[in-house]
């Protein structure tokens, strides 16, 4: 063994707190002792089916356990599971499957139809394992009983000699256009970058060798509540970090957000840290707690990922949870976790700010860092644990990882600007970007400001086409209850924190707006919204 192995870790942290209860799901609760034993007979049942080191498992399933057994299993035999968005329809699915060269998929039962559509046109896929959720979908001849398959199979631990740090992890990202595309990274690199490091109170301290990782677990594990779903790798990270510090984590039951069943097990569960992803989980939250009473006193930290909370939403939330810190998480699948910000009071900015770490710049043109308070537009940049590439993708890989003065960097595609305190504004992706009389509007910074808005519930900014100035800014909103916004009103809003040219031309008022299930905007639903509205 060498190196920092993501089923080494797991394991060493089993070994020293087995009694401690680990998951809290809606199936079944488990301590480390079991997560380890069920990780062990389904990574036992795939050495059955044939597939081994190297080979791709896709998790095309909800929240539960059986997403950490599916990861775990995968990781002690050396095959990379890979996260299948169990919202996508037959063609996306079968672009996943053989673009990943699945040999198997791990998935819930009502998803039977669409896979094995699916499953049709991927080459290399072999094996289908089914989790029963009692929905009645027909699954295919041939597939494996998910539940049956772990009780013929071994208990015993996996030979895991031949792992190393070098052993791969997937991330498979739609982005905000075209096809999903995998990162490839090292699992010491994800382990660093993303998981914690083995440093559980994020003081930057992370741990030198496989075995430390058990000298920092607390005499107490803290518990986390995870709302996005595991396919989402952010939800990943947070749980896996969790995991690594002999921490509990608690999936709420499937099915829709419902913001009473958060609080009720926040309540129940003593939850610490709750996670979720920006306004659209934020304001039912708070609505139901102003609404109820819950003892949420167990509560120290709400952290949102994927999407930044508003300002607006920020202040009512510190309003009805004085005590509990409110920190936005910022990321990608190509960087890892790279910097966060806590809610200040009386904060109203309408950019997404953040602190960085150490690895992380703002790089121009020249591949120099932007100078602070400069207001240069630069791209956001991470050195040092970084990813391999992406997966059968030479030339994206060569576009977006770079070696600048003999140091390898990421640059996803991230605008942003540096601050004179070393606060790096984030301004949004260039593929989004809308180009209007020459100038670049950020549709975030946009969707930022018209949040701040009491009339507005939810907002996404999109760009059409204009004879005038090549692309008017859209915005698709959906009012807050009892609110009945005009574009008049927004943009009179708007312009008290934007330049004129980046406010808003056209409005279209929704009643549900859509997001891609990790919570972030969807930008293609909403711009075909906005072009439906301005040709009808």
Known sequence: MSGFNL?????RVADAVPDREVIVSPARRLTYAQLEERSNRLANALTKLGIGAGDHVGLQLLNGSEYL????????ISAVPINVNFRYVEAELRHLYEDADLVAVIHHRQFSPRVQSAA???????HLVVVDDESGAEVAAGAVAYEDALATAAADRPDGSTRTGDDRYIAYTGGTTGLPKGVVWRQEDIFFAAMGGGDV???????????EIVERI???GGTILTTP???HVSAQWGVFHSLFAGGRVVFPPPGAFDADAIWRLVQDEGVNILTIVGDAMARPLADALAAASYDVSSLIVIGSGGATLSSAAKTRLAELLPNVMLVDGFGSSETGVVGNKLHAAGDTSTSPRFTVNAQTQVLDEDGKPVAPGSGKVGRLARKGHVPIGYYKDETKTKATFLEIDGERWVLPGDNATVDEDGTVVLLGRGSTSINTGGEKVYPEEVETALMTSPDVADAVVVGLPDERWGERVVAVVKPASGAAPTLESLQAHARSSLAGYKVPRALVLVETLERTPAGKPDYKWAKEKAAAEASS
Not at 7 to 11: K, S
Not at 201 to 211: K, L, P, T, V, W
């Open 218 to 220: 607390p005499e107490v």
């Open 7 to 11: 089923a080494n870790l797991f394991e």
């Open 201 to 211: 109170f994020q003081s930057g301290n992370f741990i030198g060798a496989e075995d």
């Open 229 to 231: 779903p595991l396919m």
């Open 69 to 76: 057994e599916g990861m775990l299993a995968a990781f002690k």
């Open 120 to 126: 049709a046109g991927a080459s290399m896929l072999q």
